[in-house]
């Protein structure tokens, strides 16, 4: 049980390049996140799927694209890469958990992105 | 819509003291969930304790407890015998059901030896 796995851990683009953020879950969780955190400051929601097969804007999806390609996965893609979309990016999934009766969200190890 | 505020951004105690970091919420619902998460310079965001409404005890993990006030919307989180260890950031977060989490600003945490 790997919990929430995220590729790659680091990456360096240039700007205008494109690339695609992978994150996967195990825990059969319905629920998947995507949140950008910069220095200093908490976590705001990029985009968000509550299920398979839908997705919606969180705080600060301009400049994203996500695809939830199956319950496990849920990719995020920058088309057009800014210097403003430096940070650490994190991946999430959330269900309920049985044994404790409560829902868990669980975070994945996050991929630190540098736009030059 | 529910907010979370965390009203301390950084904190700084001796090792072996107690420390509390404050935590208050805005919501009109009765059944919800809140979560203590801790963020240590490695990034990895890990969950410390949960609490859910309907219930009337204070949640307990070993050296982490909180003080769950429902009527004052307040969730404040105290660290027992304090190690260095428990340096980081503490983010303080709210959801309902299914719903979305919603963070607090987060409280950087400082543990001097």
């Known amino acids: 049980n790997a919990g929430v796995t995220q590729t790659p851990k680091f990456q360096v683009l240039k700007t205008g390049q494109s690339m695609t953020l992978q994150c996967a879950q195990d825990?059969?969780?319905?629920?998947m996140y995507w949140y950008r955190q910069d220095p200093g400051m908490g976590l705001r929601l990029i985009y968000y799927?509550?299920?398979?097969?839908?997705?919606d804007k969180g705080e600060v999806p301009n400049g994203y694209n996500v695809s939830r390609l199956n319950k496990r996965e849920f990719s995020l893609r920058l088309e057009s890469a800014a210097p403003s979309q430096t940070s650490v990016y994190f991946c999430?999934?959330?269900?309920?958990?049985?044994?404790?009766?409560?829902?868990?969200?669980?975070f994945g190890p996050g991929t630190r992105l540098t736009v030059t | 819509a529910q907010t979370v505020t965390q009203s301390q951004p950084e904190m700084s105690v001796q090792e072996a003291e107690t420390v509390t970091l404050s935590c208050t919420y805005d919501?009109?619902?009765?059944?919800?969930?809140l979560f203590w998460y801790k963020q240590p310079p490695s990034r990895q965001m890990i969950l410390v304790i949960r609490?859910?409404?309907?219930?009337?005890q204070n949640a307990t993990e070993n050296r982490f407890s909180v003080n769950f006030q429902k009527a004052a919307k307040s969730f404040s989180l105290k660290i027992s015998d304090s190690q260095l260890g428990d340096t980081a950031m503490y983010f303080c977060?709210?959801?309902?059901?299914?719903?979305?989490?919603?963070f607090g600003q987060g409280t950087r945490l400082t543990i001097n030896p």
């Open positions: 825990m059969n969780h319905n629920s």
């Open positions: 977060a709210f959801v309902r059901g299914a719903q979305k989490l919603v």
């Open positions: 799927s509550a299920s398979e097969g839908t997705t």
């Open positions: 999430a999934s959330r269900g309920r958990d049985e044994r404790e009766n409560s829902y868990e969200q669980y």
């Open positions: 609490q859910e409404a309907y219930k009337q």
């Open positions: 919501t009109s619902e009765n059944n919800y969930y």
